[in-house]
């Protein structure tokens, strides 16, 4: 029985008083909650005192992206042992904003991954296809392509370590959520590629998030298919009411 996730991907949204505002009150209301593993990903610069609040309670920290290099001239970048140092313990990669916006490949996402695993941050490797490639019948080829890309070389062991999180790019703040039958399938999809590739065991394991308009009101119904374990949440976790009630809805 997988554990599911909730994480909310603050994006590029609120300064420090913001965000530790909101996590205040996260932190009050979710404070009694089990049976599922609750993530915040604040900005970069929010993230040592959000630690500080979050410490010792059942909400983890993460980061929204990350340098492969542990040290030097960067400038800019921050490494994967900074993020521990500041008490991260997950990283979303390969995000599609980063993919679009930052150029970034499925090679550059690889070489994150790694660089993550190294210091034992989990990283919350992102998918997903664009609204033309899916509406030309390339879904699966491009899952398949960013699998293969953001993958390679890494051991059963790495892969055992892993979240990944279906983000259909159309659904990203658009609010068209995938149907829970469309996410259904492209998860299915992964766990079998998984399967194929690494072993029956890793794939049943493994954590594999929907992220795409997900609100309180559809997290229940997606998460009632087989395949989808949890959510990565964009706009629905800058409020505390709404994430609060995803986290609820996921139980
Ligand atoms: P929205 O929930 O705002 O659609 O964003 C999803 C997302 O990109 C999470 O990483």
Redesign the pocket.
């Known amino acids: 029985m997988r554990k599911p996730i909730i994480a909310g991907?603050w994006?590029m949204n609120k300064t420090i008083k913001e965000a530790l505002e909101l996590i205040n009150s996260l932190k009050r209301e979710l404070v009694y909650i089990e049976g599922v593993d609750i993530i915040v990903c604040p900005p970069y610069t929010a993230l040592s005192d959000a630690s500080e609040i979050l410490m010792d309670s059942n909400i983890k920290l993460g980061a929204q992206d990350v340098y492969w290099e542990h040290s030097g001239a960067f400038t800019g970048e921050v490494s994967a042992l900074m993020l521990k140092d500041v008490g991260c313990e997950y990283v979303?990669l390969g995000?599609?904003?980063r993919r679009k916006y930052f150029f970034e490949t499925d090679e550059a996402v690889n070489k994150k991954i790694k660089t993550s695993l190294s210091v034992g941050l989990t990283p919350i490797c992102?998918v997903g296809e664009t609204l033309d490639e899916r509406e030309e019948e390339k879904t699966f080829d491009i899952i398949k392509r960013q699998l293969q890309g953001a993958l390679k070389d890494l051991s059963q062991e790495d892969i055992s370590r892993l979240v990944i999180?279906y983000?259909p790019v159309w659904?990203?703040?658009?609010g068209k959520t995938a149907t829970p039958v469309q996410a259904e399938e492209v998860h299915k999809f992964i766990r079998t590629w998984l399967e194929r590739h690494y072993s029956y065991q890793t794939s049943q394991e493994l954590r594999i998030l929907y992220?795409?308009?997900?609100k309180p009101s559809n997290t229940k119904e997606l998460m009632r298919e087989d395949d989808i374990d949890g959510a990565?949440?964009?706009?629905?976790?800058l409020e505390s009411v709404t994430f609060i009630e995803i986290v609820k809805n996921a139980i």
């Open positions: 991907n994006k979303i995000h599609s904003e992102c999180a983000e659904a990203i703040g658009t992220g795409g308009s997900v990565l949440v964009g706009g629905a976790s």
